[in-house]
C-alpha cells in the first residue's frame, strides 16, 4: 500500500496550539515595540489586530471551510486566478517561511546564551558556535515533522503550555506594579525627542510580523479532523491567546522596565528579574527555548506542504511529493525547507524581519483578493463559515490589511528612508523570484511534453 496523509492528524486543541506557534510563540518578539513608548505599544498591540489579523484570521476561517484542501491558500488563489497567481500565493508564501523560520535558530541561541549568562558564565558571541546552538534545535524538530503531524500537534500543545507558564506567573505577580503605576503603563505615549512617525515606523513591521501567519495551517487541510467545523474553533482560541498573551504582560513590562533602551532581544528576562527575582527570570529564558522551539516546529510543518503540493502539479521537482513509506509525510519537502531555514539563520533579526512582513503580505493580498472573486464568482459554493456583514464585511476584511501595509511601507520610506528602502528593494528581489521560477518550470515542463510525443 502506498503511503497516504492521515486525514485525522490534527483535532481541535492541537490545531488550536500549532496555530498559536505559527502566529504568536508568545511575547517574545515584541521587545522593539515596546521601545516605541508604552502608549504607542499598547495602541498598537490593540489595534493591530483589528485591521491585520482578525481579517486575516476571517478570510481563512471561510476559505479553508469551503475549500479545505492539502494545499490551503495555494488552492483558493488558484482557483480564484488560474495557475500562475497560485504558484506565486504559494511560492511568495514559502520565501517568507524561509526568513520567518530562519529567525527561531536565531532566539533559540540568544536564549540559550541569556541562560550561560544567568548560570554566571560568559554568553556566546561567536556567530558559528551560535549557528550550531540553532542546529541542535533544528534537526530533532525536523525530524518530529517526519515523524507525523500528529505528534507536532502533541508537542505544540505541550510547547505552548511551558512557555506561557512563566508568563501567568509575570502577570500576576505583576498586577500590584500596574495598579500602583497605572498610568505607566501607557506613559509617555512615544519616545521624548522622537517623532511620532518615526516611533510608529520603529514599531508597526513589528507587530505586524508578531500577527501574521493565521493562514499557515490552512496547508494542512486534508490532515484535519472535521475541518470545516475544527478550523473556526481553532482559529478563535488562537486569536485570544494570543492577543492576551501580548497585552498583559506588556503591561507588566512597561511599568517594570522605564528605560526603553533596554528593550532588545532578552528583555523579557530583566522584566521577570525585577517582577519575580532570579527565578522568574530563569524560567522566562526556558520559556524563550520553548518558544522558538514551537515557532519552528509549527512553521515548518505548515510550509513544508507548499513545496509538496507545487510538486505534486510538476511546478518544482515531483521528488519533493514523496511521501515517507512509513510515516506519510513529505519528508524530502520538510528536509529541503529545514536545510534552507539553517543557511539563513545567519542573518540579523532587525534584517530578516521587514522582508518577512512584506513578501507575507504580497501573498496575503492574493488570498484576500481570492476571496472577493470566490464569493462573486461562486456564490453557491457551500461556506460552513461565513464573515459576517455581507459584502460589507467582505469589503473590509480585504481592504483594511491592504491599507495598513501601503501605510507601513510608505511611513518607513518617509521617516526611515534608509531602512525601509532598503527593506524595500531586498523585498523586490525575494517576490521577482516567483514569475522567473513559475516561467522556468512551465518552460521545462513544456519542453519534456513535447520529447514525449
Not at 267 to 293: H, N, Y
Not at 341 to 349: N, P
Amino acid at each position: 500500500m502506498s503511503a497516504q496523509l492521515d486525514p485525522r492528524a490534527l483535532r481541535l486543541i492541537p490545531l488550536a496550539m500549532t496555530i498559536f506557534c505559527c502566529v504568536s510563540g508568545g511575547p517574545f518578539g515584541l521587545e522593539p515595540v515596546m521601545q516605541s513608548g508604552p502608549g504607542l505599544a499598547v495602541l498598537l498591540i490593540l489595534a493591530t489586530p483589528l485591521v491585520w489579523g482578525i481579517p486575516a484570521a476571517l478570510m481563512t476561517a471561510e476559505l479553508a471551510t469551503a475549500i479545505p484542501s492539502e494545499g490551503g491558500y495555494y488552492v483558493w488563489v488558484k482557483r480564484a486566478f488560474g495557475p500562475f497567481a497560485g504558484f506565486l500565493c504559494g511560492w511568495w508564501t514559502w520565501i517568507y517561511t524561509w526568513v520567518d523560520a530562519a529567525l527561531y535558530p536565531v532566539l533559540f541561541a540568544t536564549y540559550v546564551s541569556s541562560l550561560i549568562e544567568l548560570f554566571g558564565g560568559q554568553g556566546v558571541s561567536d556567530p558559528w558556535l551560535k549557528w550550531a546552538i540553532g542546529m541542535a534545535m533544528v534537526i530533532p524538530l525536523t525530524w518530529l515533522n517526519i515523524r507525523g503531524t500528529r505528534l507536532v500537534g502533541l508537542s505544540s500543545v505541550l510547547f505552548t503550555l511551558l512557555f506561557l507558564a512563566p508568563f501567568v506567573l509575570l502577570v500576576a505577580l505583576g498586577l500590584p506594579l500596574i495598579f500602583h503605576n497605572l498610568a505607566g503603563t501607557v506613559t509617555p505615549f512615544s519616545p521624548p525627542r522622537q517623532s511620532l512617525s518615526t516611533a510608529i515606523s520603529s514599531g508597526l513591521y513589528t507587530v505586524m510580523w508578531n500577527y501574521l501567519g493565521w493562514d499557515s495551517l490552512s496547508t494542512v487541510a486534508g490532515e484535519v479532523e472535521n475541518p470545516r467545523k475544527t478550523f473556526p474553533r481553532a482559529l478563535a482560541i488562537a486569536t485570544a491567546i494570543t492577543v492576551l498573551c501580548y497585552l498583559l504582560p506588556s503591561l507588566v513590562g512597561a511599568v517594570a522596565l522605564r528605560d526603553y533602551s533596554n528593550w532588545e532581544e532578552g528583555a523579557w528576562t530583566s522584566v521577570a528579574q525585577v517582577v519575580g527575582g532570579r527565578w522568574l527570570g530563569l524560567a522566562v529564558v526556558f520559556a524563550g527555548l520553548f518558544s522558538a522551539a514551537g515557532l519552528f516546529s509549527a512553521t515548518l510543518l505548515g510550509a513544508s506542504r507548499i513545496p509538496f503540493v507545487l510538486a505534486r502539479e510538476e511546478m518544482l521537482p515531483q521528488s519533493m511529493a514523496q511521501l515517507h513509506p512509513r510515516y506519510g509525510t513529505p519528508w524530502l519537502a520538510i528536509s529541503i525547507s529545514s536545510v534552507v531555514y539553517s543557511v539563513l539563520s545567519f542573518q540579523t533579526f532587525e534584517t530578516l524581519i521587514a522582508i518577512d512582513v512584506i513578501v507575507y503580505a504580497a501573498a496575503l493580498l492574493l488570498e484576500l483578493w481570492a476571496l472577493v472573486v470566490l464569493r462573486k464568482r461562486e456564490p453557491d459554493l457551500e461556506r460552513p463559515f461565513r464573515i459576517a456583514g455581507g459584502w460589507l464585511g467582505v469589503g473590509f476584511v480585504s481592504v483594511a490589511p491592504t491599507a495598513i501595509l501601503v501605510f507601513a511601507v510608505v511611513n518607513s520610506v518617509v521617516f526611515d528612508s534608509e531602512y525601509g528602502i532598503r527593506s524595500l528593494w531586498m523585498s523586490g528581489v525575494a517576490l521577482a523570484t516567483g514569475p522567473l521560477v513559475y516561467g522556468f518550470r512551465s518552460w521545462r515542463r513544456s519542453r519534456r511534453y513535447a520529447s514525449a510525443s
